[in-house]
């Protein structure tokens, strides 16, 4: 079957939709490919009761002070960093799609 959705978007939405795809914090619109991709990939990750596009969480293990902490602390609190991370970006996504009905 094929969809039409009409879709309007800003140039700052297009730029934000873009650099949440990309995880670059430039000045770039999305381009209606990217836009059809991401679509197709939302209704793919809600049949398969999965996330796609889900950035991985930042690296941090350079800005901490390794003197002050053990290796098992460390990897803790990175481990306890990606979990909040992934949930945060979760719970976005959820508040995106209930914004976006």
Do not use: W
């Amino acid at each position: 079957m094929n969809v039409n959705v009409k879709i309007t978007l800003s140039d700052e939405q297009r730029n934000v939709m873009y650099r949440r795809i990309s995880g670059k914090s430039v000045k770039r619109l999305i381009s209606r490919a990217e836009v059809s991709q991401l679509v197709q990939d939302f209704i793919a990750s809600q049949l398969n009761g999965t996330f796609v596009n889900e950035p991985e969480a930042p690296d941090i293990q350079e800005s901490i002070n390794t003197a002050e902490f053990s290796d098992a602390d460390i990897t803790e609190t990175l481990m306890q960093n990606k979990m909040l991370h992934s949930r945060c970006n979760r719970l976005q996504h959820k508040l995106d799609t209930l914004a976006a009905k």
